[in-house]
């Protein structure tokens, strides 16, 4: 239980930092001409996975976390 | 709860029935109650986060070098993009002062610097390919300069807070111009550019006026109304929606009703003529409103018509665009529908991914265009 605590715990806090790290190339490099005129898709690439680890660390994270202390406070059988 | 803890001890369907119900909890709950922390500050006009935002628009244009903030190689992208920026951080800017006019000081050298910017013929010279010469410069008779209509839109909402601003002849000169065009025309429409007829732009052009009228006491309130059943009758479509295009000189839509340029004509024309924008409200509320789990969108396009949008609309996802949605903040603000834009406000924390830093704070996805955008609709309030 606890090794899987910590796996749950390890990705939620890697999902958010690739988030941040992300979200900051993102307010130094203005992508909207790149993705609206040029259509770049490295840009619309990195565009989609930003937008995939944020619905990650706001939608799925926080069920994986409750789901994790409730599964714990009863002891497995496995 | 020893009951519960022999209930859902070893088995796998139970574990299912506990991951789906701890799934369902969460989704139901924390991304609507993390995405609309903010939504209330903005609604209400707090003036730590209105600023915030506008300081983030102030620092991204700042590194502009030339007329153009961005410099695609496509001349009527780069030019219109230059005039919605600056067009937009005035109107949000002088929106916020307004609402907190001890903000004034800090706020007009820079207004006036961008307002000299928007007027520069340079800033859209898109416009002077197209017509012997930019409106800012003159307009010949049959012309039409539709895009004039974001240029004195900005003007008039500098004007409500710099009333000796030095543009004021020109914000007098364009505004009778266009209104002389606007008034006679019998489609209630005139040209954006040679053979292109945008009623978002004319929108505007209409916002535009109904400003100068409020700013210099004119009564123009017949002539809107007149305006406002000619305009309605050629380029309102299916559902109350705007049409996004049509045929210069009639009425003949070229292009189908759509969510962008309806929420953003509410907007604009909530400075002219409030019971149409309240009409193109009603429209996106009753036919363009999508929500899920307390998040809300905007439908581009109008029940029965399909396509992929354009610059105008952004990206499309399950029909709606962000577009539609973005510039619909300014309606919900106008209109003081709470809920709704709380609503809306979610999906744009969600996708816009906001960031903080330095004092300033900014949607990253939206890039200095987005964010113009969306510091004029936050900062919107009924005129």
Known sequence: MKRRALVVLALCAMAWLMEVGLARYFAEHDAIAALLVRRELGTALLLLSLLCLRLFTILVAPGLCLYWCVARSYPSRS | MPSLRAALQGSRLRRLVLAVGCFALTVATIPRF?????????????????????DGVIAAIAHRNGPDYYRTGVARFDGQSAIAIDQMLIMGVSQIIQLHPELRAKYLPTLRAVAAHLVDPKTLAYAAQEYPQHGVVAMQRGEGHAYLGYINLALGMLRAVDPDMPLQGLHDRLSAE????????PTGLIETY????????????AGSIGLHAKLTGRDRSAQFAAWA???SR?????????????????????DAPRGSGTAVAAYFLSFADPALAARFES???????RTLLG???IREYAPGFEGNGDLNAGPIIFGVSVGATGFGLGGAAVHRDREWFRELFRTLDLFGVPTAGAGAERFVVGGALGNALLLAMLSARPT
């Open chain 2, 229 to 231: 059943e000619r305009f």
């Open chain 2, 34 to 54: 993390v995405c609309g922390r903010d939504a209330d500050a903005f609604f209400d006009g707090d003036s730590a986060h209105q600023q915030a935002l506008a």
């Open chain 2, 194 to 205: 040679p053979g292109e007829t945008w009623p978002p732009d004319v929108a505007a052009v």
């Open chain 2, 234 to 254: 050629c380029s309102v479509g299916a559902g109350g929606y705007l049409i996004q295009r049509v045929k210069s000189g009639g009425c003949q839509p070229l």
């Open chain 2, 178 to 185: 266009l209104a002389e065009r606007l008034f006679a025309s």
């Open chain 2, 283 to 289: 429209a996106l509320q009753n036919q363009g409103r």
């Open chain 2, 295 to 297: 998040f809300a969108a």
